[in-house]
């Protein structure tokens, strides 16, 4: 017996057999019926760096699969600054079912791909599938958690530790299966200056405690944004995890 998970089924839309969003992420809730009327309405798109894919503020009139790139999520202050409050990786999900406006703005960290699709054709997919409903509680809840420890990074942990917990949340998301004594290699995808608004330091900061986990031989940096670490154990201890 074939299963529906099986990139070979011929039931499965040629658009969804290969997509890492359909195996780890919601879409992977979807029947292959389902999947051929999801597929009617999505549209693949590649967005440069700094192309905002979410206004805040505005209607919610689409959703999104993040199929490769990083995109930032920002909230705008009163005043017009702004905070990085996140980061979504392959294969998350972009937009907030059941509420009619976008509370935040996402933007193209790096070169990104994104698999897009209108909201109430999933709105009502939701209501036919209790198992897609439940694969969206399920990612809101991991947000919150990372929401959580992220607070305890930015409220408790030393500038060192920072710099480190942010390496390790992206070799983490680069690389979900390493080892603790794996390499892991991968580019930055803020810069300095987003690296600093994220962790609430200065790019002084950010660029200093780089330069000591370079020098301690845990990290080595190219071009500036190219990072391997060497062990993930050792910058598990540098970020106090």
């Known amino acids: 017996m074939t299963s529906r998970l099986d990139i070979h089924n011929s039931d499965i839309p040629v658009l969804c057999r290969a997509c890492e969003a359909r195996h ?3 879409c992977g809730a979807l029947n292959p019926q389902q999947l051929k009327e999801l597929a009617k309405t999505s549209t693949r798109k590649a967005l440069d760096s700094g192309i905002e894919l979410v206004s805040e503020a505005e ?7 993040i199929l490769s790139g990083v ?3 920002t909230k705008t202050m009163a005043d017009g600054r702004q905070q990085i409050v996140g980061l979504q990786f392959a294969p998350d999900f972009i937009g907030r079912p059941f509420r009619d406006e976008n509370m935040i703005r996402a933007e ?3 070169d990104v791909h994104v698999c897009a699709f209108p ?3 999933l709105d ?3 209501a036919q599938s209790p198992e897609l409903g439940h694969r969206l509680h399920l990612q809101a809840l991991n947000e919150l958690d990372e929401a959580r420890d992220w607070m305890l990074t930015l409220g408790r942990k030393t500038a060192a530790e920072k710099v480190a917990s942010f390496l390790h949340l992206i070799a983490r998301h680069v690389d979900p299966e390493i080892e603790a004594k794996g390499t892991v290699v991968f580019d930055l995808p803020l810069t300095r200056a987003d690296i600093a608004d994220f962790l609430g330091l200065t790019i002084e900061t950010v660029s200093r405690q780089i330069t000591k986990l370079r020098t301690e031989g ?11 670490v060497f062990s993930l154990e050792r910058l598990e ?4 995890l």
């Open 237 to 240: 201890d540098r970020a106090n």
């Open 59 to 65: 209607p919610a009139e689409s959703y999104a699969n």
């Open 71 to 73: 995109v930032k999520l």
């Open 108 to 110: 193209a960290a790096t």
């Open 24 to 26: 780890r992420g919601v």
């Open 119 to 121: 909201k109430r054709a």
């Open 218 to 228: 845990v990290i080595a940096v190219e071009n500036n944004r190219h990072v391997t």
């Open 124 to 126: 009502r997919m939701i």
